[in-house]
């Protein structure tokens, strides 16, 4: 399992500050090596360069799913604060399901619109990379002198943990794991089933919710075997397992209607986002073995190329980190430390197996597992 790093909260109270103050804006007059108030002299020739046209760009344009306004304006003043000038976050909302087309589509045509695509898998990013749409970059050796120790380890560690078939264009963002979500009003935490095992008892017959898109069974696929993955999603059919379109976010409505008691593999950032809200709900991490994706944040090659790989570089290693607790929940294993890390202690998840997919393999195999679960619970295959 990955392991994490956090800077705490310590930086998001800082953000949370700034952003309570009117922005962080340096107030110093006098710009210093051609940036407003950041000192770039013992910068590489590069990155002083990317740095300055970053300064003349002053705007990031990301495509993603969400991003709150609470969000958005922490990482704006933290952004200022730490380089001296503003920064403009556009909002391009778009899920990646739908962008992954055309973001492939704009890259054909040499038209991309965006900077920085946010929150998608791995396949969703490939059409792009695969058009020219993505730029290349040398994360460590480009941005690395850009952070102290600490921060250039954690680079180290975004770098690492990102998928090599996307790497050069993409950093991870957040981990999504998938636990069991439930409605404490329809099944007792103390009721709850604690394994993948567990949930196939009668007694939970009728109250399971499954995602329409077969998630998480592909990846479990990858740890149990497609022969055994298909054979489990068969005796959850039998178990009247109840079949939800609209992913997380559906099996939450569900749960919140109280149609069923039991999402089987639910977003946790999904979860812990619905729960800030006023959600009734609950969850528990299976104590045998959780499924988890990293979601990514990718350099475009788009209108503002250096504004997109410097925040990138940035967030990724110091952004993110500092938003990794209530209310954003910008949180990933990489994070040692971390408000995630914090759960697994809360649920003494310890050593607990996990598995996700890495390559063109694995993503094979996870895809076509998925659509087989479908259809076994939707009457298509035996």
């Not at 997109?308 to 967030?315: G, I, P, R």
């Amino acid at each position: 399992m990955k392991k994490r790093i956090s800077f705490g909260f310590i930086a998001m109270a800082m953000a949370l500050a700034l952003a309570a103050c009117g922005g962080g804006e340096s107030t110093d007059p006098t710009p210093t090596a051609g940036t407003g108030g950041l000192d770039t002299s013992d910068y590489p020739e590069e990155l002083q360069e990317i740095i300055e046209a970053a300064e003349e760009e002053r705007i990031v344009n990301i495509r993603t799913s969400a991003m709150t306004d609470q969000e958005k304006e922490a990482l704006e003043d933290m952004f200022a604060e730490r380089f001296g000038f503003t920064l403009e976050i556009e909002r391009f909302i778009q899920h990646p399901s739908d962008y992954v087309t055309l973001l492939a589509q704009e890259a054909r045509a040499g038209e991309v619109q965006s900077d920085v695509a946010k929150g998608a898998s791995v396949p969703n990013m490939l059409p792009t990379i695969d058009e020219g749409g993505m730029q290349q970059v040398d994360w460590m050796g480009t941005f690395g002198p850009l952070f102290d120790d600490a921060g250039q380890a954690q680079l180290q560690r975004a770098v690492d943990a990102t998928d090599p078939s996307i790497v050069e264009a993409c950093l991870v963002d957040t981990t999504n794991i998938l636990p069991f979500v439930f409605n404490p009003s329809i099944v007792s935490r103390e009721d709850m089933p604690t394994t993948w095992d567990e949930l196939l008892d009668p007694q939970y017959s009728g109250l399971i919710a499954g995602q329409d898109g077969g998630f998480p069974f592909g990846t479990l696929s990858l740890s149990w075997g497609e022969e055994a993955t298909l054979e489990y999603a068969r005796a959850l059919r039998d178990n009247d397992i109840r079949v939800v379109r609209g992913g997380s976010a559906g099996i939450i409505e569900a749960l919140n209607a109280g149609e069923v008691g039991i999402g089987a593999g639910v977003s946790i950032v999904t979860t812990l986002e619905a729960i800030e809200e006023g959600a009734p709900l609950d969850f528990i991490f299976p104590s045998d073995i959780y499924p988890y994706f990293d979601v990514n944040l990718c350099a475009l090659d788009g209108p503002r190329p250096n504004m997109a790989t410097l925040f990138l570089a940035w967030y990724a290693t110091e952004g993110r980190p500092a938003i990794s607790g209530p209310p954003i929940f910008a949180m990933n294993l990489i994070d040692e430390g971390g408000y995630l890390q914090e759960l697994f202690a809360e649920q003494s998840l310890g050593d607990t197996d996990s598995v996700t997919f890495v390559g063109p393999e694995d993503i094979a195999q996870r895809t076509d597992v998925r659509g087989k679960v479908l259809e076994i619970w939707t009457g298509v295959r035996d």
